[in-house]
Nanobody, 127 residues
């Protein structure tokens, strides 16, 4: 079975940085799309950043453009999110998602695009 695990979350002060990591095991599909979503208490899960692993094309939510960078390693089916200049509004549970098959189109930030998810890693940013 597919197993997705996020790590790297923690507590930082505003202006600080964190790097999140996602590892995927039991995954045999080729060329998936992968993404980071986040969800704060009382809010919907929102797309943060996504990547088409086939070609490296990326997409970011407007709220994180210029601050966050998504990257991937196809050989290891891993995903990372470098987060800089963090603000309290970035506090949320961050989830890693991956499609259940080949994905060669636009790097979507739509929740339903992704089929497998991890349990999340918590990010808390204090002012």
């Amino acid at each position: 079975q597919v197993h997705v695990v996020e790590s790297g979350g923690g507590s930082v002060q505003a202006g600080g940085s964190l790097k999140l990591s996602c590892t995927v095991s039991g995954y045999t599909y080729d060329d998936p799309c992968m993404a980071w979503f986040r969800q704060a208490p009382g809010k919907k899960r929102e797309g943060v950043a996504s990547v088409v692993t086939l070609n490296g094309h990326t997409n970011y939510a407007d709220s994180v453009k210029g601050r966050f960078t998504i990257s991937h390693d196809n050989a290891k089916t891993t995903l990372a999110l470098q987060m800089n200049s963090l603000t309290p509004e970035d506090s949320a549970m961050y989830y890693c998602g991956i499609t259940g098959g080949r994905c060669g189109g636009f790097p979507s930030l739509v929740r339903g695009t992704y089929d497998y998810w991890g349990q999340g890693t918590q990010v808390n940013v204090s002012s």
